[in-house]
């Protein structure tokens, strides 16, 4: 790893080594030390003459101070006609699981309202676990087919 503002003697380091590879390891430590340091480092430049104090930020930062600093990320969210998409098509679905018996509606709500297993359920019913999976496809399917019809 680079150190900062100090190239290593590659003489020493390896003196079997032509002058054109110590003049390319030279050349690679100081790219090596501007990618770790000169890129993430803020400067502070006195000028004396005018008595001020210049703080030149670093030109790439990191999460963790930039979360430091309280900066503000713009949210991922979905856009307010996402949103009402969403909303519409979650009243239909509720309108449509109004519509199935109440047993049906009760294995849809257990399985994806109440994130229950099917293994579950089955244990409970008294069924195989076969029979509880083939009963939740047959119904999603009928929602599936009334949703088309909203």
């Known amino acids: 790893m680079a150190k900062p503002y100090r190239i290593p003697d590659?003489?020493?380091?390896?003196?079997?080594?032509?002058?054109?590879?110590i003049a390319v390891l030279?050349?690679?430590e100081r790219k090596m030390q501007y990618q770790e340091f000169d890129l993430k480092t803020e400067r502070t430049v006195v000028d004396r003459e005018s008595q001020t104090?210049?703080?030149i930020p670093s030109r790439?930062?990191?999460?963790?101070?930039?979360?430091?600093?309280?900066v503000q990320f713009t949210d991922e969210a979905d856009s307010a006609e996402e949103q009402a998409i969403r909303n519409i098509?979650?009243?239909?679905?509720?309108r449509a699981l109004?519509?199935?018996?109440?047993?049906?509606?009760l294995l849809i709500r257990q399985i994806f309202f109440e994130e229950r297993t099917e293994r579950?359920?089955?244990d409970e019913m008294g069924i195989y676990h076969n029979?509880?999976?083939?009963?939740?496809?047959?119904?999603l399917r009928r929602l599936k087919k009334i949703l088309e019809n909203f």
Not at 10 to 21: Q, T
């Open 89 to 94: 098509q979650i009243q239909q679905l509720h």
């Open 53 to 55: 104090v210049t703080v």
């Open 120 to 122: 579950e359920l089955a």
């Open 26 to 28: 030279k050349i690679s």
């Open 131 to 139: 029979a509880v999976h083939k009963k939740k496809e047959r119904i």
């Open 60 to 70: 790439e930062d990191s999460l963790e101070r930039l979360l430091e600093q309280n």
């Open 98 to 105: 109004a519509l199935l018996p109440e047993d049906e509606q």
């Open 10 to 21: 590659f003489r020493k380091m390896y003196p079997e080594a032509s002058e054109e590879v």
